[in-house]
């Protein structure tokens, strides 16, 4: 579908599941990707993206979830922001498991705030994410970047790569950036955090108040 003006979602069964943004702006009342479609937004350098989490509402904000073929790319959009306090189940901003995807390229600045110190901003529980962007900023979350294995048995590798051409930052309550097994099993496969950028910001709320 390309767009011919701005426009606002209120439900996820209102967004279709391919965008040409057209130089059109879009803002998001439910989660972008309901866990098992590939879905796709494209722009054309100059629109802004606004996923917003209205009176905790959402479980996720952008979710590729059930299985490999869940994949979600997001290309050449100015700004992606994504608002909200995520508190609820899923509790994640950006969230994968079960070998989904979310691929961000091409993007001007991507933002994450607004979450009362709640939830995870990017959260690979198993799957890939992929972002590349000029600045990333994610803050006001208990923790920012989070890769781990999956807890269902399966034990599935996560694997979360940012590069920025320019500054990012990641300021969290408890964790700033982790990749951790969380299971007492042992496992062959891995949790991976890769960050490139400018100047790399990592801070929690202890280091943060002095």
Do not use: C
């Amino acid at each position: 579908m390309t767009l011919t003006q701005d426009t606002t979602y209120n439900d996820i069964g209102e967004i279709p599941q391919h965008i040409i943004m057209n130089g059109k702006n879009i803002t998001s009342y439910d989660m972008l990707g309901n866990g098992s479609d590939d879905r796709s937004i494209t722009g054309a350098g100059t629109e802004t993206l606004t996923i917003a989490n209205v009176e905790n509402k959402l479980n996720v904000g952008v979710g590729a979830f059930f299985d490999k073929n869940s994949r979600i790319v997001l290309s050449k959009i100015k700004i992606i922001d994504i608002q909200g306090d995520w508190s609820r189940d899923i509790k994640s901003a950006l969230y994968t498991n079960n070998q989904g995807s979310i691929t961000m390229n091409d993007i001007g600045s991507f933002k994450i705030s607004g979450g009362n110190d709640n939830g995870v901003g990017i959260h690979a529980m198993s799957g890939t994410i992929s972002i590349n962007a000029e600045t990333v900023s994610v803050k006001d979350v208990a923790n920012a970047v989070f890769g781990q294995l999956n807890e269902d048995g399966k034990q599935e590798s996560s694997r979360i790569e940012i590069t920025t051409t320019g500054d990012m930052e990641f300021l969290a309550k408890a964790t700033a950036v982790a990749a951790v097994n969380l299971s007492q099993s042992f496992s062959n496969n891995s949790a991976l955090v890769s960050l490139s950028g400018q100047n790399v910001t990592i801070a929690t709320a202890l280091y943060r108040s002095g």
